[in-house]
């Protein structure tokens, strides 16, 4: 019998993830009603739980993490504002531009390791009351940040920062794509975390495996303003509660679970940490490995195609830095395999490079 081609192991996202048997059943057999009219008692229910779950007074579910990211900033600004993000923010780095294209905000980058920035950062960007400056409206804080490597905010070092904002007249925007990494990796509770916050986003197309679909949460007059402009964005959908079984599947199932992405993130790190001329250039918090290759000379382009070519799959960050994502569609055999054949690769290159 010819042998069958091994599928990739791909570590480009944790979005990759396919909805399981039993999520797939929970979705054919959900409740449903025209959401619009609110009639959907499955997204009800979801919306009414995800509230809960994040101590907030009430929840909206939209069609994707950036979505209810630009809800939230949309909602909480008016525009010409200014709204103050780390300059590796995905809201700022990821979303096609749409904070300034839909909102008509500014944003203004901060540096700072890891994705985090200091309180007094937040003091130096605000604006005089003048008219001259933009009006310094809202800050965004991303947890676990996507961009520096899956990394996470500690509760106090996040409530420094929330408390210079608001010291400001901030709003604070939360965005939690992947919070429920950031609970599982410290068993901070997910409503403490959201108890500093006005707004939060919370994806389940993420680690949590639900092929669609994210929740805002705020107060009950944000959550209804918010609503407006779902409309008008056209993210209001009908019989959505298909979607939103998956995501009730998805909180029943795969919360817990994140543990073992983060324990396959530390192997995988481990064992590319030891390759020579690589580095990783954040601590591996939850479940995303940067790998650095600048000191080895190599682009991220090329070392991602020669993966490729050996069956695993990661995506370049920019033109050194390669990211792998765990996630639920991959064992822990497969991220060791992963790991020995991400090491033998960049090693061989490696080689190449200094024999040229
Ligand atoms: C994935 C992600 C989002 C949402 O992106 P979608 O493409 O809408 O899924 C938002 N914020 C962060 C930090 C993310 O990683």
């Known amino acids: 019998m010819p042998k069958k081609t091994a599928r990739p192991i791909d570590l480009r996202s944790d979005t990759v993830t396919q909805p399981s048997p039993q999520m797939r059943k929970a979705m054919a057999e959900a409740l449903v009603g025209d959401d619009v009219y609110s009639e959907d008692?499955?997204?009800?229910?979801?919306?009414?739980?995800?509230?809960?779950?994040?101590?907030?007074?009430?929840?909206?579910?939209?069609?994707?993490?950036?979505?209810?990211?630009?809800?939230?900033?949309?909602?909480?600004?008016?525009?010409?504002?200014?709204?103050?993000?780390?300059?590796?923010?995905?809201?700022?780095?990821?979303?096609?531009?749409?904070?300034?294209?839909?909102?008509?905000?500014?944003?203004?980058?901060?540096?700072?390791?890891?994705?985090?920035?200091?309180?007094?950062?937040?003091?130096?960007?605000?604006?005089?009351?003048?008219?001259?400056?933009?009006?310094?409206?809202?800050?965004?804080?991303?947890?676990?940040?996507?961009?520096a490597g899956g990394t996470v905010w500690s509760l106090p070092r996040m409530r420094a920062v929330v408390e210079e904002a608001r010291e400001c007249g901030l709003a604070v925007h939360l965005d939690g794509a992947r919070l429920w990494n950031a609970h599982v990796a410290t068993g901070v509770p997910l409503n403490a975390y959201c108890a500093l916050v006005d707004s939060v986003s919370v994806c389940f197309s993420k680690g949590l495996g639900a092929p669609v679909g994210s929740v805002i949460a705020g107060s009950e007059e944000f959550i209804h303003e918010a609503r407006f402009h779902r409309k008008k964005y056209g993210g209001a959908m009908r019989q959505v509660g298909v979607l939103g079984a998956a995501c009730l599947y998805s909180l029943d199932h795969n919360i817990e679970r994140l543990a073992d992405d983060h324990r396959n993130a530390h192997l995988l790190a481990d064992r590319l940490r030891v390759v020579e001329g690589v580095s990783i250039p954040h601590p591996v918090d939850s479940n995303i490995v940067m790998l650095e290759l600048a000191d080895r000379g190599l682009s991220a382009a090329d070392v991602v195609q020669a993966l490729a070519a050996k069956g695993v799959l990661a995506g370049p960050v920019d033109r050194t830095r390669v990211r792998f994502v765990t996630h639920m569609d991959v064992d822990q055999g497969q991220v060791a395999r992963a790991g020995e054949i991400a090491a033998s690769v960049i090693g061989g290159l490696g080689a190449a490079a200094a024999g040229a």
């Open 41 to 147: 008692p499955t997204i009800n229910i979801l919306q009414e739980r995800v509230a809960g779950l994040l101590g907030k007074e009430a929840a909206l579910f939209v069609a994707s993490g950036v979505m209810g990211n630009q809800l939230c900033v949309r909602t909480h600004t008016r525009p010409g504002d200014e709204v103050l993000i780390h300059e590796g923010g995905h809201i700022l780095n990821y979303e096609g531009g749409s904070a300034a294209a839909l909102a008509g905000i500014q944003l203004r980058p901060l540096p700072g390791e890891g994705g985090q920035f200091e309180p007094k950062d937040v003091t130096d960007a605000i604006r005089p009351a003048q008219e001259h400056f933009a009006r310094s409206r809202l800050v965004c804080l991303e947890n676990t940040h996507n961009r």
